[in-house]
Antibody, heavy 121, light 116 residues
Framework: QVHLVESGGGVVQPGGSLRLSCAASGFTFTRYPFHWVRQAPGKGLEWVAILSYDGVSQNYAGSVRGRFTISRDNSRSTLYLQMNSLKAEDTAIYYC??????????????WGQGTLVTVSS | QAVLTQPASLSASPGASASLTCTYPSGIKFAPYRIYWYQQKPGSPPQFLLR?????????GSGVPSRFSGSKDASANAAILLISGVQSEDEADYFC??????????FGGGTKLTVL
């Protein structure tokens, strides 16, 4: 079955950097686009970024564009999110999520358990 | 950036029906959009419930009970998640979502369903 496991979260100071990883298993990783979605404590869901199945096309939410970079290593079935210039408002649980479409993109069918990122001095 | 509006909370009695709405700003019609619904229980990630575009373009998530269904109310420019015969296990947060052509995903603020 589909299994997504995030890692790399933790406490970081404002202005710092962090790299999240998402290890995928149970399906053909190379066929699917992937997303990162975050959820601040007690708040709703905020989409962060998307990456195409081949890693060529990507897009970001305005709140993170220029600071975050989404990437993937298809040989390792792993998705990444490099987060630079972190701000307090980036504090959230970060979910790795699989897009449900293999011939396009636009929705999520499976989510990881999430990893907590706390930006605080 | 478009905003999807959901009531913050809704209560329902066991066995009753609960209608959760997701409203798009006036001036932009919901009709062409695929609307996705997710359920999130405390301490867990969201789970995909269903996709609704029209009665002929509908996808129920794997293992999702048939008491969860989707529809649209064109007059209200709203998407609706209907839970028929609410059960205590349905107590959760529910989020609607659309994918816009600018290649980004928009979530509603979520509705907390309480089963009394």
């Amino acid at each position: 079955q589909v299994h997504l496991v995030e890692s790399g979260g933790g406490v970081v100071q404002p202005g710092g950097s962090l790299r999240l990883s998402c290890a995928a298993s149970g399906f053909t990783f190379t066929r699917y686009p992937f997303h990162w979605v975050r959820q601040a404590p007690g708040k709703g869901l905020e989409w962060v970024a998307i990456l195409s199945y081949d890693g060529v096309s990507q897009n970001y939410a305005g709140s993170v564009r220029g600071r975050f970079t989404i990437s993937r290593d298809n040989s390792r079935s792993t998705l990444y999110l490099q987060m630079n210039s972190l701000k307090a408002e980036d504090t959230a649980i970060y979910y790795c999520a699989r897009d449900m479409y293999t011939n396009g993109w636009g929705a999520i069918d499976f989510w990881g358990q999430g990893t907590l990122v706390t930006v605080s001095s | 950036q478009a905003v999807l509006t959901q009531p913050a909370s809704l209560s329902a009695s066991p066995g009753a029906s609960a209608s959760l709405t997701c409203t798009y700003p006036s001036g932009i019609k919901f009709a062409p959009y695929r609307i996705y619904w997710y359920q999130q229980k405390p301490g867990s990630p969201p789970q995909f419930l269903l996709r609704y575009t029209s009665d002929s373009d509908y996808l129920q998530g794997s293992g999702v009970p048939s008491r969860f269904s989707g529809s649209k109310d064109a007059s209200a420019n709203a998407a609706i998640l209907l839970i028929s015969g609410v059960q205590s296990e349905d107590e959760a947060d529910y989020f609607c979502m659309i994918w816009v052509t600018s290649a980004s995903m928009i979530f509603g603020g979520g509705t907390k369903l309480t089963v009394l």
